[in-house]
T-cell receptor
Framework: DVKVTQSSRYLVKRTGEKVFLECVQDMDHENMFWYRQDPGLGLRLIYFSYDVKMKEKGDIPEGYSVSREKKERFSLILESASTNQTSMYLC???????????????FGSGTQLSVL | KNEVEQSPQNLTAQEGEFITINCSYSVGISALHWLQQHPGGGIVSLFMLSSGKKKHGRLIATINIQEKHSSLHITASHPRDSAVYICAVRGEYGNKLVFGAGTILRVKS
């Protein structure tokens, strides 16, 4: 089974801190995604990556950046955390479109980030 | 108006009841996903549909492309089915999914 691992389940940070959220997948997936989930709003895409060193902005990229130096790892960076970035952050991965036989999205268990 | 609308937002059922959750979308799509999220956050993919109907155990998902509508049915519901059920669509082009806000299901014993 595909495993998508997020480094922290709960995280508490202070306003202005730099925050790193790490995500690792073990099935050689090309696509990786970072979402945030807020009550009543559903999942919203922050950034995604379809290959090493490639990244594209999602719907709400402001205040975030990402890094994909290796295929299996996709990091989300909050350069200067703010209280409105308190949320559940979910990482996901999937096969590339050209290799997609069964288009299935695999999620990590999420990181609940609180910014005080 | 959101591109993906789910109904109902909240649903409480008695064990054994037949449950239907609906998803309507406003854009042309190439695929629709149904996902399940249990308390604690983990999300599991249940189905991916581009036409017709799929069944897995007590879960059935249908899609009507012309009407831009999908339903997720749960037969003989059980308390362990209690979760948030999320509909997501992928547009005709690209990799991005657009998610509904989710339906919170509680099945009482």
């Amino acid at each position: 089974d595909v495993k998508v691992t997020q480094s922290s389940r709960y995280l508490v940070k202070r306003t202005g801190e730099k925050v790193f959220l790490e995500c690792v997948q073990d099935m050689d997936h090309e696509n990786m995604f970072w979402y945030r989930q807020d009550p009543g709003l559903g999942l919203r895409l922050i950034y995604f990556s379809y290959d090493v060193k490639m990244k594209e902005k999602g719907d709400i990229p402001e205040g975030y950046s990402v890094s994909r130096e290796k295929k299996e790892r996709f990091s989300l960076i909050l350069e200067s955390a703010s209280t409105n970035q308190t949320s559940m952050y979910l990482c996901a991965s999937s096969l590339a479109l050209r290799r997609r036989l069964n288009e299935k999205l695999f999620f990590g268990s999420g990181t609940q980030l609180s910014v005080l | 108006k959101n591109e993906v609308e789910q109904s109902p937002q909240n649903l409480t059922a008695q064990e054994g009841e037949f449950i239907t959750i609906n998803c309507s979308y406003s854009v042309g799509i190439s695929a629709l996903h149904w996902l399940q999220q249990h308390p604690g956050g983990g999300i599991v993919s249940l189905f991916m549909l581009s036409s017709g109907k799929k069944k897995h155990g007590r879960l059935i998902a249908t899609i009507n492309i012309q009407e831009k509508h999908s339903s997720l049915h749960i037969t003989a519901s059980h308390p362990r089915d209690s979760a948030v059920y999320i509909c997501a669509v992928r547009g005709e082009y690209g990799n991005k999914l657009v998610f509904g806000a989710g339906t919170i299901l509680r099945v009482k014993s």
